[in-house]
């Protein structure tokens, strides 16, 4: 019973002088909702960036041509075909920490269907490329070795070219036609969504690679490809794969020392790791901003707390005449303190989580509400009612009661 006296006591304190308490508790009210909505924020974007990744496939590496130098003058990367099938069959063959090859060609095309018409990205593939972008099918069948080999004139619908182009109704089987050129539609993709870049992976159209290269885009050197993209067997076997095709490449195409390389090899999942973990530290920062509204709030409880041990100076004195002692003072005022904290933790957390909610509905940005930083803002709240309210009750448990009866 004793230990919820200083509880009512402090709850009738609070209830005297209801503005005051209820602008002091507005700093932590602020402070509270502002870090968990901008925690909220910043994980949101992490998460996204994760999901991103994760739709990119993984232990990714890409290859791609390099700048090439003519008559003096010196090109941009890629404006020069300098990878050949021949260096795909050499990095499956010849390099132990790769598990899948697969090379592709891009252009930009109008397909049409019926009255119906749309420009997109159009990809010729190996098969092998859906399985290393962990690309599944929604509809029809995937893409085989045999449509590769023969050169048929197939084709997969990303979900947006599906979506525009046939509405609700199911392409399997239907023709398009790709630059007047007519293709089966053997099946639509699953949706990916967004690739961390911002492009929609879905308005795309897989052809076999061949195909592409004999009936769509043509090509003076028809051996070479546009980009490899490379699956290392593991996360850990990144780094070596790496090397590997670094090494063999420069060898196949006579790298010497004084000559730059005419391709690249980029590890996509180190590229896209750091955009996550820009994300994260951008949160970490905007937590940490939204931290010193509490500071604040903190400051302003422990200004409003030496307000109140001089207005009852007289009262501590009487309290301590009838035989309270200096914790039992210390303890009232420093409930006092926590009280207040706790209430404007609470509501700042309702906020907070109200906030987060809106601004997903209202601008459609990704927020995620972690329990754990709810938790986290409740129980800093308190422990800054416990820190900046210890100074004024320990100056109240201090006073001489003598005096403090005098007080006027």
């Known amino acids: ?55 990119m496939g993984s232990n990714l590496i890409l290859v791609l041509p390099g700048s090439t130098t003519s008559g003096g ?15 795909v069959k050499a990095i499956r063959a010849e390099c132990p920490a ?36 962990e690309w599944k099918t929604l509809l029809g069948r995937e893409m085989s070795q045999n449509d590769s080999d023969t050169a048929q004139k197939v084709c997969l619908l990303g979900k947006t070219v599906a979506d525009t182009l046939f509405g609700d109704e199911d392409p399997t089987g239907k023709q398009v036609r790709i630059k007047g050129v007519p ?23 897989f052809v076999p690679m061949s195909t592409a290269q004999r009936k769509l885009f043509g090509s003076p050197l028809p051996n070479t490809v546009g980009s490899i993209l490379v699956q290392a067997r593991d996360v850990s076997q990144l780094g070596q794969a790496e090397l590997e095709i670094t090494a ?47 500071i604040v709030g903190g400051i302003g409880i422990m200004n409003i707390m030496l307000v109140s041990v001089t207005e009852r100076t007289r009262e501590i004195g009487i309290r301590m005449a ?56 409740v129980v800093f709240s308190s422990a800054i009612g416990i820190f900046f309210g210890f100074y004024p009750a320990r100056k109240a448990a201090q006073l001489n009661p003598i005096d403090a009866l005098r007080y006027e």
Not at 73 to 87: K, Q
Not at 106 to 126: E, F, H, K, L, P
Not at 183 to 204: C, H, M, N, Y
């Open 183 to 205: 293709f089966q539609v053997t099946g639509v993709l699953e949706a990916k969504g967004r690739s961390p870049q911002g492009t929609d992976q879905d308005d795309v159209v």
């Open 98 to 133: 790769v598990a899948l090859v697969a090379p592709s060609v891009r252009g930009t095309a109008q397909v049409v269907y019926g009255n119906m018409n749309w420009s997109t990205v159009i990809q010729g593939i190996t098969p092998d490329m859906l399985w290393i972008r």
């Open 1 to 55: 019973m004793d230990l919820l006296l200083p509880l009512r006591i402090a709850a009738r304190a609070l209830r005297v002088n209801k503005m005051r308490s209820f602008l002091t508790m507005l700093g932590i009210m602020i402070g509270i909702g502002a870090v968990i909505v901008m925690v909220a924020v910043g994980s949101g974007a992490s998460k996204q960036i994760a999901d991103q990744i994760a739709t």
């Open 322 to 377: 009838i035989g309270a002692r200096e914790r039992d003072i210390l303890l009232q005022f420093l409930t006092e303190a926590v009280l207040l904290t706790l209430m404007g933790g609470i509501i700042g957390m309702l906020l907070g989580v109200g906030s987060a909610l809106g601004i997903s509905a209202l601008f459609g940005w990704p927020t995620l509400i972690s329990p754990e930083a709810i938790g986290l803002a």
């Open 73 to 87: 003058i010196r090109a941009g990367g890629g404006s020069s075909p300098t990878l050949t099938f021949d260096d």
């Open 248 to 294: 063999l490449l420069d060898q196949r195409h006579h790298m010497g020392p004084s000559r730059e390389r005419d391709f690249s090899v980029r590890n996509l999942t180190e590229i896209l790791a750091v955009s996550q973990q820009s994300a994260q530290v951008m949160s970490l920062l905007l937590g940490a901003v939204a931290s010193i509204s509490l």
